[in-house]
Antibody, heavy 119, light 107 residues
């Protein structure tokens, strides 16, 4: 059974870069045709799709974040990552990694990691 | 962006009730719609995909319907474990967007 696990700093200073990694276990990140995705959720609010990458490096990002976000896949480590630069308090949220199948239906999710942007 | 609007935002119901949640898209999305259930502190769980296909392992009391711009999620007989927040998601166009959520509470 595929499992996803987010890791990274829980506290990031304003204007710095938020960097998270999602480690995939129980299967190879290279097998199948999936979209490796990041989704976030501010406390008490709804879900915001950040973007996705496939293993060829093809990416799609939310235009609201596009100039600040990079998603990449490392097949050798069975991981994918999120970098979000120039963060502000508005980027404080629980960040989820997820595997999109048949397009972007998300059956497999990480447990989520809270990232707080504060000085 | 395609806006996805859920109604109602809050719903009070009792065990055994039949409940329906509606999701409206700002433009036609064919059947590229999913429904998720989220409980506090947990990741969302996929219930329905392609508007009406039940994800494996999801109880049959959950059903989805619709196409184009209007979709519904129905729970035929509420069980205690169904009290949660429900989200719809469109994936016809990028960026993928979610509805604002429907919080289902016990009456």
């Amino acid at each position: 059974q595929v499992q996803l696990q987010e890791s990274g700093p829980g506290l990031v200073k304003p204007s710095q870069t938020l960097s998270l990694t999602c480690t995939v276990s129980g299967g190879s990140i290279s097998s199948g045709s999936y979209y490796w995705s990041w989704i976030r959720q501010p406390a008490g609010e709804g879900l915001e799709w950040i973007g996705r990458s496939d293993t060829s490096g093809s990416t799609k990002y939310n235009p609201s974040l596009k100039s600040r976000v990079t998603i990449s896949v490392d097949t050798s480590r069975n991981q994918f990552s999120l970098n979000l630069n120039s963060v502000t308090a508005a980027d404080t949220a629980v960040y989820y990694c997820a595997r999109g199948q048949s397009g972007s239906y998300y059956y497999h999710w990480g447990q989520g990691t809270l990232v707080t942007v504060s000085s | 962006d395609i806006q996805v609007t859920q109604s109602p935002s809050f719903l009070s119901a009792s065990v055994g009730d039949r409940v329906t949640i509606t999701c409206r898209a700002s433009q036609a999305i064919s059947n590229y719609l999913a429904w998720y259930q989220q409980k506090p502190g947990k990741a969302p769980k996929l219930l329905i995909y392609a508007a009406s296909t039940l994800q494996s392992g999801v109880p049959s009391r959950f059903s989805g319907s619709g196409s184009g711009t209007e979709f519904t999620l129905t729970i035929s007989s509420l069980q205690p474990e169904d009290f949660a927040t429900y989200y719809c998601q469109q994936l016809n166009n990028y960026p993928i967007t979610f509805g604002q959520g429907t919080r289902l509470e016990t009456k």
